[in-house]
């Protein structure tokens, strides 16, 4: 499977990134411009409310809505976490790891917030899902630092493995290694890309996390609510973290400053991948040169269409998702009706997983398959999903059919759904419905020209137009390009561009550059 990362920024707008595997856009990637608030951020927070029948607290963290932190979002140490703040604010703990301090007990799981936190208390969050429509974010105070190979988890000791590292004697090795080298009261998650890492790279990403932790130490001691005191990797780094592997075989951006983060960051990460980073120099926009951008129209909006004429209908609300299966204008066997609807299913089936990555669907998600009556099917159609979603780096819950033929997913959400708008304004009226008359059409461009040789005393005029209009223009002996040359003595050239509505047309100077009216 050949991985391609396109990564195209726009000022003032933000980094937007696709993720292409075998040229096929699965992932795309927006990271606003400002964006204080992504996951993993950790800030100086201030309680403001307790709120005992939620068994939750609201915290300032900046935003224009107070962020939500429940008590099972609290971690077993928020004692610890709390201690190690009080002391780190009156300057009193000069240690930059938790060698010497002594953990508090782990909080009862069944507990009531207001036993733990108290109005007005500084506490350090971590930003567990972003804000989402009308709500504020989601907050966990149970901390952790991600890395490539490894996630260090302070106020513990126990280290876990990646359930997907399958092997027995591969997750023994890997966790003697950490054990050997974690410090005291840090915990550590070893991560599926760890599998046959050797101590130098574990130790390295390790280290690296800890320096964050010290420095996170350091700035909690003069920080003020509600202050970002760590930050997490931009957008672009992040997902090179979490998915970059041998088989990527180009990436490619379109900005030199992000350009040379990203170069910056694989040589520290993977030096070996360092020369499949490259700087994109193409005259048209990055994602319309690699065909993103039409994949984006494409698999965007109400209707997903399928190979063979099957289509799915994707609706949203406000609780959930729904996708419907429709085998369209597909010639069904009659013979063998409960074939072909496998058949549709299957390839249903394959399309949603990408979907769901695509869009970041997030919540429950209802499908709607194609009715089948044998359970041999329902059952191969059910693991054939799981299958396709077995690439999804979000947590997922997939439920068998049900007798109706539903599917019922749930899906990890931390980000807003990926949302873009497929349908355009019409260029030629504006939304207004009405056009310009085509009859006057001819008399505007030559008014317009006649300004601009006798008026401007442009030369080297180009005239870009619909093809259909070029073709009049230039067609016939005496055409009328040839009559502005006996007019004006000037040749005017005319370019042909499809991609231009029936009435548009636009003058440019021998340099290319536009010719404002």
Same mark, same amino acid.
């Given at each position: ?61 900046? *935003? ?317 159609? *059910? ?84 093809? *259909? ?49």
């Amino acid at each position: 499977m050949v991985k391609e990362l396109i990564i195209d920024s726009v000022p003032d707008k933000g980094v937007t990134i696709a993720l292409l595997q075998d040229k096929q856009l699965v992932e795309l990637n927006r990271e606003q411009a400002g964006n204080h608030y992504a996951v993993g951020d950790i800030y100086l927070g201030r309680v403001k409310k307790i709120m005992p029948g939620l068994n939750a607290a609201f915290v300032d963290v900046g *935003y224009e809505k107070d962020a939500f932190l429940h008590y099972l979002d609290l971690g077993p140490q928020v004692q610890s976490l709390i201690k190690l703040t009080r002391v780190v604010k009156n300057g009193s703990y000069q240690e930059k790891l938790l060698n010497s301090l002594k953990l508090e007990k782990d909080i009862d799981k069944a507990g009531k917030i207001s036993d733990v936190l108290s109005r007005n208390m500084l506490l350090p969050v971590q930003i567990a899902k972003e804000p989402i429509s009308t709500k504020g974010p989601r907050l966990s105070s149970d901390l952790s630092i991600a890395g490539r190979f490894v996630v260090l988890v302070p106020f513990s000791s126990s280290v876990s493995i990646s359930k997907k590292i399958k092997g027995s004697a591969e997750r023994n090795r890997l966790k003697k290694i950490v054990e050997s080298i974690k410090p005291a009261n840090f915990g550590v998650i070893i991560r599926t890309v760890s599998e046959g890492k050797g101590v130098d790279e574990l130790q390295k990403d390790l280290l690296d996390l800890i320096s964050k932790w010290e420095l996170f130490t350091k700035r909690l001691k003069t920080a003020e609510p509600p202050q970002k005191v760590l930050g997490e990797l931009d957008r672009a780094s992040t997902i090179l973290r979490d998915i970059l592997t041998d088989e990527f075989t180009h990436i490619y951006v379109n900005d030199n400053e992000i350009y040379e983060e990203v170069k910056s960051y694989i040589q520290e990460i993977s030096p070996d991948l360092e020369k499949i980073v490259k700087f994109y120099k193409g005259k048209e926009p990055i994602f319309d040169h690699f065909g993103v951008e039409k994949q984006i129209k494409a698999s965007f909006g109400k209707t997903v269409n399928l190979q063979g004429g099957a289509y799915l209908v994707v609706e949203h609300t406000e609780a959930l998702h729904v996708i419907d299966v429709n085998s369209g204008n597909r010639i069904a066997n009659k013979e063998n009706q409960e074939d072909n609807a496998l058949l549709v299913n299957k390839e249903a089936a394959k399309e949603i997983a990408r979907q769901l990555r695509l869009r970041d669907m997030g919540g429950i998600v209802v499908i709607d398959f194609i009715d089948m009556h044998k359970a041999s099917n329902r059952k191969e159609l *059910y693991g054939f999903l799981k299958e396709c979603m077995a690439s999804d780096r979000a947590r997922h819950t997939i439920l068998p059919p049900s007798k109706f033929g539903l599917v019922q997913i749930t899906r990890q959400r931390v980000r807003p759904e990926m949302s873009i708008v497929t349908n355009e304004k019409c260029p030629a009226c504006d939304g207004t419905g009405e056009i310009r008359s085509s009859i006057v059409l001819l008399d505007d461009i030559e008014n317009n020209l006649s300004f601009i040789l006798q008026e401007q005393n442009e030369v080297g005029v180009t005239l870009c137009v619909h093809p *259909y209009i070029a073709a009049y223009i230039k067609s016939g002996f005496i055409s009328r390009r040839m009559k502005w040359f006996l007019k004006y003595w000037k040749w005017i050239k005319v370019k042909e561009m499809s991609s231009y509505h029936l009435t548009e047309f636009h003058f440019f100077n021998s340099k290319d550059e536009e010719i404002k009216l």
